[in-house]
């Protein structure tokens, strides 16, 4: 005779924690969130598109986010970003997607203003409630934007001087996906899941 009661133990544990998925949910939550973060500090998994030469010197004017210091003076290292060309992490304006940190701390810290974590069942939503946040992740058309309030537009131009203009003939912006995991990302959530199904200790 075979003994199922092993089996059957199994069984019972799985249902038991079928009945509260909270604590996986918030584990592969937690993996996600490093997984977007790194997104952020390599430039983009794969890479995304490089800024456009204007937009380099607009940030540069503003000193963004190479001007940024912590309280006591040092670079963020939150805003570093790896350089495609030497490795290195960098705080300079060609940073991607890197201006003050706000889309960027939005994804990866749960404590963040703007973060999202939602938990319905066995439903998982982790994201952002930045508001020019799926204009990056998407990209867009081209458009022409004209002033809604004032009689002309004021945006930095390329060499540092306030440009204005009546209306502003946009290419769009590039699809740079921030909201994504890569294969090893994956594998760590699965490993998360089968951890969780089969040990007794709590999932980190």
Request: zero cysteines; glycine letters at 6%.
């Amino acid at each position: 005779m075979i003994d199922l009661t092993p089996l059957l133990q199994l069984r019972q544990e799985l249902e038991r924690k079928a009945r509260d998925p909270k604590p996986l949910l918030r584990a592969v939550a937690n993996r996600l969130r490093a997984a977007f973060r790194a997104n952020f500090r390599e430039g983009g998994r794969p890479p995304w598109k490089p800024l456009a030469p204007s937009t380099i010197r607009a940030k540069t004017f503003m000193g963004l986010p190479s001007q940024i210091r912590t309280p006591t003076g040092r670079k963020p290292r939150r805003l570093m970003q790896r350089s495609p060309l030497t490795g290195q992490m960098m705080l300079e304006a060609t940073n991607i997607l890197i201006r003050t940190g706000r889309l960027r701390d939005s994804v990866s810290q749960s404590y963040h203003p703007d973060h999202i974590t939602r938990m319905d069942g066995w439903n998982l939503e982790v994201g952002t409630k930045v508001e020019y946040a799926m204009y990056h992740q998407h990209g867009t058309s081209p458009t022409v934007i004209r002033p809604k309030q004032a009689k002309v537009l004021a945006f930095i131009g390329n060499n540092g001087e306030m440009v204005f203009r009546r209306e502003v003939h946009h290419p769009g912006l590039p699809a740079r996906p921030f909201l994504t995991v890569t294969a090893d990302d994956e594998a760590d959530i699965a490993d998360i899941i089968w951890s969780w199904l089969l040990k007794d200790e709590e999932v980190a």
